[in-house]
T-cell receptor, first 117, second 111 residues
Framework: GAVVSQHPSRVICKSGTSVKIECRSL??????MFWYRQFPKKSLMLMAT?????????EQGVEKDKFLINHASLTLSTLTVTSAHPEDSSFYIC?????????????FGNGTRLTVT | DAKTTQPNSMESNEEEPVHLPCNHS???????IHWYRQLPSQGPEYVIH???SNVNNRMASLAIAEDRKSSTLILHRATLRDAAVYYC????????????FGKGTRLHILP
């Protein structure tokens, strides 16, 4: 089945630094990728949608200058948390969809647990 | 977005069938019913989806009410590894919709 790889799985950084999270589709071309964040015991919250070669569309309340998304190729999207603060600590998850019908299932990465100290 | 309603949590005994309900009374004609589950500390995984007819795959079965206002995910023989949060989601088959997750049902499996 389709595989989405997310890296790193876990990262600890200091306040004020930036962290990049990678999301790769390993065996299909991902025309659309979605980024979510999840707090403990809560559901996933959609942050943004990115289509290959175009600017990401951010959900209301998500700061685009804080969470930089780049979807430069059909197999790679990156999320950069800039000037991270402790409140940015969360579980970040990407998902990807290929060039099939809109109704096709999404494939998810295994998430990145970010801890900002 | 059409919304779904699920119980917050359910319990089941190991090796017994589990029926996870989902209400979606405002479902539209082009909405597909999708189920995903999320195991602890992992990303969600696709379970099953359907439109009108009942569906079976190696993971589960999906029973859809005749009026499509509710559906039930059936795990035929629960194992401890099925303990997860199960999300019932509607997706419009004619549109490039993002997936919005509700609160889901946390399924506990008792050994």
């Amino acid at each position: 089945g389709a595989v989405v790889s997310q890296h790193p799985s876990r990262v600890i950084c200091k306040s004020g630094t930036s962290v990049k999270i990678e999301c790769r589709s390993l065996d299909f071309q991902a025309t659309t990728m979605f980024w979510y964040r999840q707090f403990p015991k809560k559901s996933l919250m959609l942050m943004a949608t990115s289509n290959e070669g175009s600017k990401a569309t951010y959900e209301q309340g998500v700061e685009k200058d804080k969470f930089l998304i780049n979807h430069a190729s059909l197999t790679l999207s990156t999320l950069t948390v800039t000037s991270a603060h402790p409140e940015d600590s969360s579980f970040y998850i990407c998902s990807a969809r290929g060039r099939v019908t809109y109704n096709s299932p999404l494939h998810f990465g295994n998430g990145t647990r970010l801890t900002v100290t | 977005d059409a919304k779904t309603t699920q119980p917050n949590s359910m319990e089941s005994n190991e090796e017994e069938p589990v029926h996870l309900p989902c209400n979606h009374s405002t479902i539209s004609g082009t909405d597909y019913i999708h189920w995903y589950r999320q195991l602890p500390s992992q990303g969600p995984e696709y379970v099953i989806h359907g439109l009108t007819s009942n569906v079976n795959n190696r993971m589960a079965s999906l029973a859809i009410a005749e009026d499509r206002k509710s559906s039930t995910l059936i795990l035929h023989r629960a194992t401890l590894r099925d303990a997860a949060v199960y999300y019932c989601i509607l997706r419009d088959g004619d549109r490039d919709d993002k997936i919005i997750f509700g609160k889901g049902t946390r399924l506990h499996i008792l050994p």
